[in-house]
Every structure is written in structure tokens, then in C-alpha cells.
């Protein structure tokens, strides 16, 4: 009792919203939407996803916030609460643990970004944009390790300032500016000569783009995006007040993180055509389009340094608010289950995002010879956490609420403070349903990728 006494909280509906937001809003949407969304057929790979954000996406937000409300406990607590079953109380630590082997690797990823706009400010874009930058530069093992430490001290400062002082200042700061950041450089983006073909190709679905890996990919991409199954809205879920509406708060949540993503989406993908034309290969770079591709481009634009600032500080914002909310997370799991204080819990965090940091950090330079696999350590970590632990999660959360929570609960913890459960009737068929069997084909897909049967 005295734990839950000391336990922070969100000040209220807009702490918990951006908060919120700003987990969801990260990496996901600004870097891995938009070279998904280029590689799967532009218009038609958004209409799936939105379609699965507003049913797939809401039914999990729900129903993770809720048993965080419910319980005031982070994952592993919040399932042991409704349930005395060994093997359904593993979900909570499934749930906990993902955050904990994510935010080391996701740090690295922040500590190029960091990197990146730090070039930016004081170095000429053509070499930034030089072939061999980028690969020199991860390659390079003591200058990625001081990137990736860097960008912890950061996201590890915020955190020991505490959820309200820390994390919600933060966010309430930095997603109004990533916001306005994002529109700036959308506008600039689509007004270059040749970029109008980039917005129809984003935004007008053509069936004949459809693929069977476009469903699969716009759904694993909606659990990064939306940050389900990750603990986070659990954890966020227990900091929330009694008279905030869990429904409304996902509602807005939901249209903050899509209305992001397609920004993004149009920040990157005209700018490719109208660099490229929209070359094939230019629109399935992948996960490089970030590094290498648009530094090109802005190396052929007007303002290029200024645009180079503005998106890789744009970036950069995004990256640190999803990684804070990730180590919440496991800092929340620690002080629940080990009653440790909260310093001690961000510490050993710090430890443990630095001794996993540095392998997925030197796992393309001095340890670009050991792989797990065949997979780098930053890929397997991401792989492992993704697409196999995360679904697995999902899972083990529909598990929780259809065998011991309960849908009437639910709905209670929704409808708390005279709210009403708008979309009461889908959730419950989403849950029950759907939900279970996409979390499966997600599952079963990524790992018959990983062996070769498919390829994605």
C-alpha cells in the first residue's frame, strides 16, 4: 500500500495523451513507416494500416491501458493480479522483459541520429551525403560507442527525473515541436519539382501494389508504431488518474501516431521521387533510406543544411521520447517486483542499456564477425523482440483478459468517471476474434522469414 502511495502519476489527461504519444511516436513512425510504406506499395500498405490502427491497434491500447489502471502495477504485477496460472503470469514477464532488450538497441539507433545532426551543424552536407559515410561511420567502433553513450545519458537523466518532472515535461516540450517540425519539412518536402508523383504514390492506394507481406508488414509495423505489447502502455496505464477516459486519451493517441506516420511518409517519400524519380531501388533502400538516402537528397536541395537540421532533429526528439518511455518501463518493473527505489532501478537499467548497447554498437565493427543466426546483434535483438516476443505478448494479453480480467471488467475501467465505451461492441469481437489470429500470422510469418520459406 505504501508502494502504490509513492507511485507517480500523470497530472492528468494531456500528460498521459502525449506521454502516450510520445512512446508511440519514435523510431517506428519517423524512420521504419515510411521505408516500409515505400517497399509496400505506398497508398495501399497506409489504407491497411490505418484500418488496423483504428480496430487492431485500439483494441490492444484499451485493453493494455486498462489493466494498468486497474491494477496501479506495471507488467509483471498487473498479470500476477488477475491471475494465479504459472504459465499466463510468464506473460507479464514477456511483457516486461521486451522493453528492457529494446531500449539498448533502439539507444544505438538514437546515438546515430544524434551523430547525424550533430554533422549537420558544423559539417559540409555533401560529405555527410558522400558514399561511405554512413558505413564508415557504425563501422567504426569507438566513434559508434560514444554516439549510442551519449544518447543514453540523455533518455537516462529524463528518467531519473521522475515521471512528472521527467518524462511528461519532456514530452510536453518536444511533441508540440516534433509536431511543427514535421509539417515544416513535409511542406518543403512536397513542393520540390517532381515530389506531386511521391504524394500520389503515398496517399492513392493502387490494388495491384497489394501483396500478401503488405498485410503482414502494416501489421507488425502497427505494433511498433502504436507500442503494443511492449509494457509501456501497461506501465503508462498504472500512472493514469480514475477520471481520465482510457477511450478518448487512445482515440487521440491513435490519430497523433497515424497523422505522424503519414507526415513522415510524405517528409520522405516525394522527397525520394523528386530525387530520384522514384526509382525502384531508391524506394526499397529500407532501413538506409534514413541514413544515406536523404542525406543525398538534401545534398541536392536548396537549404540542405537547414533541412538536414530540422530532420534529424526531428528525429532525434522522437527517438528520445519512445526510448524514456521503454525504460520507464523496465524502471517501473524493477521498483514493483524488486522494491528497489527508483535511482537504484534507473542504475542497473544504465547497466544493463550499456552492457547490451555495446554489442548491438560494435556488432558492425569489432564484432562484425560474431552473429547470432546470421544476424548482427543489432538485428537479432530486433528480431527477437519484434517479431517474435512481442506477438507473443499480445497474445498472452488477450489470454489475460478473456480467462481471468474479463470483458465486464473492462468495460468498467473504461466507462470509470461516467465515460462511455464508444466502441464497446468491436473491442469485444477484436479481442475475443481477430486479435489472437493476427497476432499469429505476425508470429508464424516472421519466423518462416528468418528460416527462408517466405521472404519479407
Not at 494465479?84 to 507479464?92: Q, V
Not at 518532472?165 to 514535421?182: D, F, H, N, Q, T
Not at 497489394?210 to 508504431?225: D, E, H, I, K, P
Request: hydrophobic share 55%; aromatic share 14%.
Amino acid at each position: 500500500m505504501e508502494n502504490e502511495k509513492k507511485r507517480g502519476t500523470f497530472s492528468g489527461k494531456l500528460g498521459f495523451v502525449l506521454s502516450a504519444a510520445g512512446a508511440s511516436v519514435g523510431l517506428g513512425n519517423i524512420w521504419r513507416f515510411p521505408y516500409l510504406c515505400a517497399k509496400y506499395g505506398g497508398g495501399i500498405f497506409l489504407i491497411i494500416y490505418i484500418l488496423l490502427a483504428v480496430t487492431f491497434g485500439y483494441t490492444m491500447i484499451i485493453a493494455e491501458t486498462a489493466i494498468g489502471r486497474s491494477t496501479k502495477k506495471s507488467p509483471v504485477g498487473a498479470f500476477v493480479f488477475y491471475s494465479d496460472n504459472k504459465i499466463i503470469r510468464a506473460g507479464g514477464w514477456i511483457n516486461a522483459i521486451i522493453p528492457i532488450l529494446i531500449v539498448p538497441y533502439y539507444s544505438v539507433i538514437g546515438g546515430w541520429v544524434t551523430k547525424y545532426l550533430f554533422e549537420y551543424l558544423h559539417t559540409d552536407v555533401n560529405e555527410i551525403a558522400a558514399d561511405g559515410f554512413f558505413t564508415g561511420f557504425i563501422t567504426d567502433g569507438d566513434s559508434s560507442e560514444l554516439w549510442f553513450l551519449v544518447f543514453t545519458a540523455i533518455v537516462l537523466a529524463i528518467i531519473f527525473m521522475g515521471v512528472r518532472r521527467g518524462i511528461e515535461s519532456v514530452s510536453k516540450i518536444m511533441m508540440p515541436i516534433l509536431a511543427v517540425l514535421a509539417v515544416v519539412i513535409c511542406i518543403y518536402s512536397v513542393t520540390r519539382p517532381g515530389a506531386l508523383e511521391g504524394v500520389k504514390y503515398c496517399l492513392i492506394p493502387n490494388l495491384s501494389n497489394f501483396s500478401l507481406m503488405t498485410f503482414v508488414s502494416a501489421m507488425g509495423q502497427m505494433f511498433y508504431s502504436l507500442s503494443i505489447a511492449m509494457g509501456i502502455l501497461i506501465t503508462f496505464g498504472s500512472y493514469v488518474k480514475n477520471d481520465v477516459s482510457i477511450e478518448a486519451s487512445t482515440e487521440q493517441v491513435e490519430v497523433f501516431d497515424t497523422a505522424i506516420a503519414i507526415i513522415a511518409s510524405l517528409m520522405i517519400i516525394p522527397a525520394v521521387f523528386a530525387f530520384s524519380g522514384g526509382s525502384a531501388d531508391t524506394l526499397k533502400a529500407g532501413p538506409s533510406l534514413m541514413f544515406i538516402t536523404m542525406p543525398n537528397i538534401f545534398a541536392s536541395m536548396g537549404f540542405g543544411r537547414i533541412i538536414g537540421i530540422a530532420f534529424f532533429l526531428l528525429v532525434l526528439f522522437a527517438a528520445v521520447t519512445s526510448a524514456i518511455a521503454l525504460l520507464e518501463s523496465a524502471v517501473s518493473t524493477f521498483t514493483d517486483e524488486f522494491k528497489w527505489n527508483r535511482n537504484v532501478a534507473t542504475a542497473v537499467m544504465g547497466v544493463v542499456m550499456i552492457a547490451l548497447g555495446s554489442l548491438s554498437s560494435l556488432g558492425y565493427g569489432p564484432l562484425a564477425n560474431v552473429t547470432i543466426f546470421n544476424m548482427q546483434f543489432l538485428d537479432f535483438f530486433d528480431f527477437l523482440t519484434n517479431s517474435v516476443m512481442m506477438p507473443i505478448a499480445a497474445l498472452f494479453t488477450c489470454l489475460l483478459i478473456m480467462r481471468y480480467m474479463g470483458l465486464t471488467k473492462v468495460a468498467e475501467e473504461v466507462e470509470l468517471g461516467g465515460h462511455k465505451f464508444k466502441r464497446k461492441g468491436m473491442f469485444n469481437f477484436m479481442i475475443r476474434f481477430l486479435c489472437p489470429i493476427f497476432v499469429v500470422i505476425i508470429l508464424v510469418s516472421s519466423i518462416a522469414s528468418v528460416l527462408g520459406i517466405i521472404s519479407i
